[in-house]
């Protein structure tokens, strides 16, 4: 019998062993009704709180968790096992590791495995979301016990063939064994019996031992992408292809809640190619996730459509940014934080033990607007036909995309359906999926025809969802031992609420829960203060969030007491996380906790020392260094993981900069998938270099300054450091599992700069770095 997945060579011709397929509703369930084996639809979640309990983790988010095996697993009549992630693949290798879970508990041979792309189905796959740092800490439990379930139920069926008790039989290598009578059979044999088996009840699950786990914690480079994305055969949201299609692009409002006063588009209806002017609407702010509006350029390619919208005369109102101009932003920011503010953590008394102190230090520091400049920018290609629209998008938000364009068609949801590509990068940007209703609203206009939209590179720096712009304060009183009495910090930015709500003006508890509020250092006295600060373009999340700038102050600014106390900043760092302690973040001003459980996730001392010991051992902390060469440290907590971070610097009488050896310790929990997790850490630490040392977006009348990557620069090759080592601190299943893809990013740019400093005496407080070392 076929696999059941290739029942119309048309629509998926090229289903092989350790592929990724994007799988459409339609095919699946054709495909689950015409064939044989272990056919598994969809069910309820199954996992049961208490009415009135809080909710954490997976299960607090919109459409929870879904653990049922019927939606996850089918085992073809030929023993192939399909598993279906539902997570978007951005290159953290997600679409690798959460059914390397299901199959090592089922015991299934890695070689007879495929992978499906879900399209966005919440009903059936749960939450979708890709984002902070949680696809693996929420799912991997749930796609333990899908794997769990699926063996048992194939257990059962060949223990009811020999007719011994199923306690005597364990899957292993694709098979069925009974050790006792050297008997075995393969999946094939057993998928359509146990398909016809009810699903096991929730309480008769049995996991395995972990000394039985062969894919878990394991060293291996299992990748389903791999092959495929280094031999350039894998298929990103730019690269879909329909009959049919046009090409499109958009002149959008250079000025963010800019208007479209008149176009003349004569000329660029003359342009070989151009078939169409549309304009698109803009909407009223907030941004959320809808169009910014603008002209679009409809084509039969996509040069075509540049040059057609290259020839557009446009005419804008740009409205009540038109006068925003980062110079002068900072200068307020500056202005801001260096007055008192409504207080979101206050402890003891900061103020008092300030005004008394015979010595206190102060610094500020500043981070401009960062872009997440993804190497593949936004694309989506869009088709109505019959009232319902099909997406094929780079999204990271699959369900958010659904309802957005739901709502700008006037459709229903269920008359949406989107296919999740490949994505060419994310770092939050992917969450929002305005591209995806501009190219739904340009299939509109054009009766149905598929329209695919290109974001050029321009495009991509000149209208992001930006990271926010930043000023940070800190003050500390300073006892007679050099250490902290008191602890004031001032945090000044735009807040990704005003994306949401029209006129927030004050960082929400969310970013302050992030490295701000729930600094867990060892002092009496804690201030944290928030003052109002107004946005002027689209602020969105990104890689790290708000832990980006507060870790980049707080972890400067702790060298910073360092040597002001003459000591060494290792030795002092510690002392101020004080003792090995468990601190329940809500005690902190913590209510946020990235979302997690309080009492499951206290903020652990006794972790954070550990890593910073590991890096700084193994960078070999102390060591004596040439001249110009010196070590630096920054350590943090996000996302519920901890990271220790030590970068070792080479600076010439120049000022040019080297960067010899980044030594990174982590601890996040178990390490289900250690080789991804030394990627994620030496992404991260790649692009938080990048970013310290060359990143920056700016305004002038409204407009960003930078266009394309000679003005935004990305890492050169020749300035990434020559060497990154990377410390995994082990745990055991028990563990609660932390983040991996954003807590690595938040100490790089604060140990790179006290690097410098230590190396050079020069104190790098504002961002990006550039040329500030060779003015030293």
């Keep these: ?67 049922n095996v019927l939606a996850f697993v089918s085992i073809g009549s030929d023993g192939i096992v399909t598993i279906v992630a539902h997570r978007s693949e951005m290159g953290q290798g997600i679409r690798t590791s959460l059914p390397m879970v299901v199959a090592d508990e089922l015991g299934a041979d890695w ?84 398909a016809k088996l009810p699903v096991p009840g929730k309480t008769s699950i049995r996991l395995k031992p972990t000394a039985e786990l062969l894919y878990i914690g394991k060293q291996h480079a299992l990748g389903i992408d791999l092959k495929n ?136 520091y500043y981070l401009p607007h960062l872009a997440h400049a993804t190497m593949e920018a936004p694309a989506a290609t869009a088709r109505i036909v019959n009232g319902k629209c099909e997406v094929w998008a780079c999204v990271q938000a699959p369900q958010a995309t659904v309802a957005t364009v739901a709502q700008h068609l006037k459709l229903k949801d269920q008359d949406v359906t989107v296919h999740v590509t490949l994505l060419g990068g994310g770092f939050g940007r992917k969450s929002k999926p305005d591209f995806a209703v501009e190219a739904a609203l340009l299939s509109q206009a054009m009766q149905g025809a598929p329209v695919k939209l290109t974001w050029t590179r321009e495009d991509d720096l000149q209208h992001d969802y930006l990271h926010t712009v930043s000023m940070e304060r800190l003050e500390a009183a300073l ?64 890689r790290s969030v708000s832990n980006i700038p507060h870790a980049f102050a707080i972890q400067s600014f702790a060298a910073e007491l360092a040597h002001a106390a003459q000591r060494d900043h290792k030795s002092y760092l510690l002392d101020l996380l004080g003792p090995a302690r468990k601190i329940d973040p809500r005690s902190m001003g913590n209510d946020f906790n990235y979302g997690e459980s309080p009492e499951r996730y206290p903020v652990d001392i006794a972790r954070m020392r550990h890593v910073i010991e590991l890096a700084t051992s193994k960078a070999g902390w102390g060591r004596k260094l040439a001249k110009g060469k010196a070590l630096g440290l920054a350590v943090s907590y996000s996302f519920v993981s901890y990271v220790a971070v030590v970068i070792e610097v080479d600076i010439n ?59 935004y620069e990305i890492l050169r090759a020749y300035a990434a450091p020559r060497e990154i080592r990377c410390h995994l ?42 040329d500030q070392i060779s003015k030293a």
Excluded at 654 to 681: F, T, Y
């Design 229 to 364: 994305i280094v031999t350039g055969n894998t298929q990103y949201g730019i690269d879909t292809r329909v009959d049919g299609m046009l090409y499109a692009v958009i002149a959008r409002p250079p000025v963010f809640g800019g208007k479209l006063v008149s176009v003349d588009s004569s000329a660029a209806l003359k342009v070989p190619g151009v078939l169409r002017i549309v304009e698109l609407a803009g909407s009223p702010a907030p941004a959320m996730y809808h169009p910014l509006g603008g002209v679009a350029v409809i084509a039969s390619n996509t040069w075509a459509a540049i040059k057609g919208r290259e020839a557009l005369k446009l005419v804008w109102d740009d409205g009540a940014n038109a006068s925003y101009d980062s110079a002068a932003f900072r200068l307020s920011l500056q202005a801001a934080v260096r007055q008192p503010a409504k207080a979101a953590r206050n402890q003891g008394d900061s103020m008092a033990a300030l005004a008394a102190s015979k010595k206190t230090l102060s610094a500020e």
């Design 1 to 67: 019998m076929k696999n059941q997945l290739t029942s119309s060579a048309a629509e998926q011709p090229q289903l092989a062993a350790n592929s990724v397929v994007s799988a459409s509703r339609r095919l699946w369930l054709k495909s689950a009704a015409s064939l044989g084996g272990l056919i598994l639809t969809v069910g309820p979640s199954g996992l049961v709180m208490a009415a009135d309990a809080a909710k954490f983790g997976g299960d607090a988010m919109p459409g929870g968790l879904v653990d």
């Design 479 to 542: 006892d007679e031992r050099g250490m902290p009495s008191a602890w004031l910090h001032r945090t000044a930015a735009p807040t990704i609420a005003s994306t949401f709500a029209a006129g927030a003006n004050q960082q929400q508890p969310f970013e302050l829960g992030m490295s701000a509020t729930n600094v867990p250092f060892a002092i009496a006295n804690i201030r944290v203060e928030v003052p109002e600060v107004a946005a002027h373009t689209r602020i969105g999340w990104f």
């Design 653 to 711: 009488a120049k000022g040019e900069l080297r960067i010899p050896m980044v030594d990174m310790a982590i601890d996040c929990g178990p390490l289900i998938n250690p080789d991804r997790i030394r990627s994620q850490l030496e992404g991260a630490c790649i692009m938080g270099i990048s970013l310290a040392l060359s990143g920056e977006i700016s305004f002038k009348q409204g407009r960003v300054e930078q266009s394309n990557f000679h003005q």
């Design 729 to 770: 601190v082990e745990n055991s299943l028990e563990i609660e599992l932390g983040g991996v893809g954003e807590p690595a990013m938040p100490p790089i740019a604060p140990a790179l700069c006290n690097a410098i400093f230590a190396a050079t005496g020069k104190r790098i407080r504002n961002l990006p770095i550039r």
């Design 111 to 194: 070689a007879k495995v495929k992978v499906i792309q879900a399209d966005a189905d919440e009903a059936r796959y749960g939450n979708q979301d890709t984002d902070g740092s949680r696809s693996m800490r929420h799912s991997f439990r749930p796609m333990r016990h899908i794997g769990a379930c699926a063996r048992q139920m194939l257990e059962t069926v060949a223990a009811a063939r020999w007719e011994v008790p199923v306690a005597q039989v364990k899957t292993s290598n694709h098979e069925v064994i009974h050790a006792a009578s050297g008997r075995r059979l393969g999946f094939a044999a057993l998928a359509a019996d146990a």
